[in-house]
C-alpha cells in the first residue's frame, strides 16, 4: 500500500460523501479505492469509516486523522514546490468554475499570460452561473459574485465590481427613457431578470443618491439565470439591465447600450474565489488564487 495514495483517497471518500464519487474524481475503480481505505484501517488499527447500504459516515478516530491529513497533504505540496534545488512551480490540473461573462471577458483573455508564469498547471474551467457542488463535482474552486452565504466554503475576496444601470436604444424608444429608478416599476417599463441560483427568484436592485434610497424590483418578460444570456436579453431590447462595468463597457462603446440614471449609484459586488472548508490548499490552488487576486487588483 502506498501510504500517501491512502490518504489522498481517503480525504477524497470524505470530502466526496461516497466511495464511488470519489473514485470518479481519483480516475480509479471503486474497488482499487475500497481496498486502499481498508488497507489504511488495517495499517492504523482504527476505523476510520463507517459503512451502510445507504450512508456513509466519518468515525470520531477518521474525523481526527482527516483534519490532520489534510494539513500533511498541504505541507507535501509545499515541501515538493519549496526545496531550492526543485522546481519551484506547481504542476497539475486545476478545477475552477467561474461566471458565464467572467470566463468570455476577463479570466479566458488573461490565461495567457497564467500560462506563461506557471506552464505545468492544467486548467479545466466550468463556465456557469449554477450552484456548484464543489464536493461531488471534485472542483478546486469557484469564482462568483455577490455575497457568499455557504458555510461549508471558505472564500478570499478578490475585489469589487462597479455596477451601473443599462438599456438598448431600440427599448428606450419604445418606452422611454426613465428619470427616475421608481419609473422601472411603471407597467409600461420591463427589465430582464436575472434568476438566482439559490432562490430561484430575480434579484431586486438597490440605487442610492444623495441620501435618497430606491429598490426596484420591476416587471420582466425574460427572466434567464446565465450572464451572457442575460446580457443578450438586454441587446435585444427585452428589458433594462444592471450590469457590471466590465460586461457594459464594450457594448456603451459601440452604441449598443446607454446607461441610465445619472447620480445615482449601486453598491459594487464583491468577488470572491471559494473552495470547500477544512479540503488542504494545494501550491496550485494558491497560485492561481494570488493570480486572481492580481488581475483583479489590475482592473481597480
Given at each position: 500500500m502506498d501510504r500517501f495514495d491512502a490518504m489522498r483517497a481517503f480525504v477524497r471518500v470524505?470530502?466526496?460523501?461516497?466511495?464511488?464519487?470519489?473514485?470518479?474524481?481519483?480516475?480509479?475503480s471503486r474497488t482499487s479505492v475500497t481496498q486502499l481505505i481498508q488497507q489504511l484501517e488495517a495499517r492504523l488499527r482504527?476505523?476510520?469509516?463507517?459503512?451502510?447500504?445507504?450512508?456513509?459516515?466519518?468515525?470520531a478516530d477518521g474525523a481526527v486523522y482527516y483534519e490532520r491529513v489534510v494539513r500533511l497533504l498541504s505541507d507535501l505540496d509545499d515541501a515538493e514546490t519549496g526545496l531550492p534545488g526543485a522546481s519551484?512551480?506547481?504542476?497539475?490540473?486545476?478545477?475552477?468554475?467561474?461566471?458565464?461573462?467572467?470566463a468570455r471577458m476577463v479570466l479566458v483573455p488573461a490565461l495567457p499570460?497564467?500560462?506563461?508564469?506557471?506552464?505545468?498547471?492544467?486548467?479545466?474551467?466550468?463556465?456557469?452561473?449554477r450552484m456548484v457542488d464543489l464536493i461531488g463535482e471534485n472542483v478546486d474552486c469557484v469564482v462568483r459574485g455577490g455575497e457568499l452565504k455557504e458555510q461549508f466554503l471558505q472564500a478570499r475576496h478578490l475585489g469589487d465590481l462597479a455596477l451601473g444601470v443599462?438599456?438598448?436604444?431600440?427599448?428606450?424608444?419604445?418606452?422611454?427613457?426613465?428619470?427616475?429608478?421608481r419609473d422601472l416599476e411603471d407597467a409600461r417599463h420591463h427589465i430582464v431578470g436575472f434568476l438566482s441560483a439559490r432562490t430561484g427568484k430575480t434579484?431586486?436592485?438597490?440605487?442610492?443618491?444623495?441620501?435618497?434610497?430606491?429598490?426596484?424590483?420591476?416587471?420582466?418578460?425574460?427572466?434567464?439565470?446565465?450572464?451572457?444570456?442575460?446580457?443578450?436579453?438586454?441587446?435585444?431590447?427585452?428589458?433594462?439591465?444592471?450590469?457590471?462595468?466590465?460586461?457594459?463597457?464594450?457594448?456603451?462603446?459601440?452604441?449598443?447600450?446607454?446607461?441610465?440614471?445619472?447620480g445615482w449609484?449601486?453598491?459594487?459586488?464583491?468577488?470572491?474565489?471559494?473552495?470547500?472548508?477544512?479540503?488542504?490548499?494545494?501550491?496550485?490552488?494558491r497560485v492561481f488564487m494570488d493570480w486572481m487576486t492580481e488581475l483583479m487588483a489590475g482592473r481597480g
Open positions: 470524505v470530502e466526496a460523501g461516497s466511495f464511488t464519487k470519489a473514485a470518479e474524481t481519483l480516475h480509479m482504527v476505523r476510520l469509516l463507517n459503512r451502510t447500504t445507504r450512508r456513509l459516515n466519518v468515525t519551484s512551480l506547481p504542476t497539475g490540473t486545476l478545477r475552477v468554475d467561474v461566471p458565464s461573462p467572467f499570460a497564467f500560462f506563461a508564469r506557471y506552464p505545468g498547471i492544467r486548467l479545466d474551467v466550468g463556465a456557469s452561473d443599462y438599456a438598448a436604444p431600440g427599448y428606450l424608444a419604445r418606452a422611454g427613457t426613465p428619470a427616475h429608478p434579484y431586486p436592485i438597490r440605487m442610492h443618491r444623495d441620501g435618497e434610497q430606491v429598490d426596484v424590483q420591476g416587471h420582466h418578460l425574460l427572466s434567464i439565470d446565465d450572464g451572457n444570456g442575460y446580457l443578450a436579453g438586454g441587446l435585444a431590447g427585452l428589458g433594462v439591465l444592471w450590469l457590471p462595468d466590465y460586461m457594459a463597457g464594450p457594448h456603451v462603446e459601440r452604441g449598443e447600450l446607454l446607461p441610465l440614471f445619472d449609484r449601486i453598491d459594487p459586488m464583491p468577488m470572491y474565489v471559494a473552495f470547500p472548508l477544512n479540503r488542504y490548499v494545494s501550491a496550485r490552488l
